[in-house]
């Protein structure tokens, strides 16, 4: 099958572009501009790097950014407190702590620590509250990612059965949730499945879309998937590749190579979520701005 790629990368480009110009305009017309802030605790690399992109995405959309990065042995009051002062500072708009944090933090308690009118990351339980019931809220930038190149793309989600693979707080669980919502892009009849889940490969053949938000290298395969599907894959992950310079490569949940061909449309790893979630991000950061004007 001649599969079409869902292009995150373009059309997150695309997003920030839109949004980049609705600052100028409200900079041109004497507002201030919307102001995010993230703290980064500890040294893991894929967290900088993550960190770093958002930094340079806000920049480049004429955002104020900060990053406080604290270090690995920051106690857990200290980490709260400087939530809370960030709460009170009304400069700021939007404020996200990186996950993961050090073993020694409890990242439920702080995450309940952020002012929920500034969870741009939709990670507070009340921010999760809502999404479970519709109301309006800050979704979580993957999931929200995911629903808006589903819509850019035009795909049909309405009666579609879609199977997602994993149930992670951050990626399975909600996403699974927005699917089943009525109306574009939801309507589907969404099955959640895990680490636990038996026969995974049969629900995953009868699946029309697949969110594939495992952490497992290649887990998908062509004989799991159904012609024509739609696959979104969430995965990242590092794998050892002695051809690259730096040793390794980023691979998704799905052995796209092999995959591709079944499919009707597919994403990328690189190129496809990632870039997706950041531009939810900053969609987020603006409704967050807007909100308090
Ligand atoms: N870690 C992995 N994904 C995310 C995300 O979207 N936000 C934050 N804060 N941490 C993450």
């Given at each position: 099958m001649e599969y079409k790629l869902l292009d995150g990368k373009a059309t997150a480009a695309a997003i920030r572009a839109e949004i980049k110009q609705e600052v100028e305009d409200i900079v041109a017309n004497g507002g201030r501009r919307p102001s995010l802030t993230a703290i980064l605790v500890g040294n893991n690399p894929a967290s900088k790097t993550y960190v770093a992109n958002k930094e340079k995405a806000c920049a480049d959309a004429g955002f104020t950014s900060k990053v406080i990065r604290l270090p690995e042995e920051t106690g857990e009051e200290e980490l709260l407190e400087t939530i809370r002062s960030i709460n009170e500072d009304?400069?700021?708009d939007g404020l996200i702590v990186q996950l993961?944090?050090?073993?020694?933090?409890?990242e439920q308690k702080v995450i309940a620590a952020i002012d929920p009118s500034k969870d741009v990351d939709g990670f507070h339980p009340i921010s999760q509250g809502k999404m479970l019931i519709g109301q309006d809220t800050f979704l979580p930038a993957t999931p929200m990612g995911i629903l808006t190149l589903l819509e850019r793309y035009n795909i049909e989600t309405k009666g579609k059965n879609c199977v997602v693979l994993g149930r992670s707080n951050i990626v399975g669980r909600p996403v699974a949730n927005l699917l089943s919502r009525k109306g574009y892009p939801g309507d589907c009849t969404v099955t959640m499945c895990h680490?636990?889940?038996?026969?995974?490969e049969r629900f995953a053949k009868e699946a029309d879309i697949i969110i594939a938000?495992?952490?497992?290298?290649?887990?998908?395969?062509?004989?799991m998937v159904k012609e024509g599907a739609v696959i979104v894959d969430v995965g990242i992950n590092s794998i050892e590749d002695s051809s690259r310079k730096s040793g390794y490569r980023l691979v998704g949940d799905v052995d796209f190579d092999k995959v591709a061909p079944k499919c009707s449309y597919i994403t990328p790893v690189?190129?496809?979520v990632g870039p997706m979630t950041i531009a939810s991000l900053l969609q987020n950061t603006l409704k967050a701005y807007k909100n308090r004007k």
């Open positions: 009304p400069a700021v993961p944090l050090p073993r020694h933090i409890d680490s636990r889940t038996k026969d995974i938000a495992i952490g497992i290298p290649f887990f998908v395969k062509e004989d690189p190129g496809g």
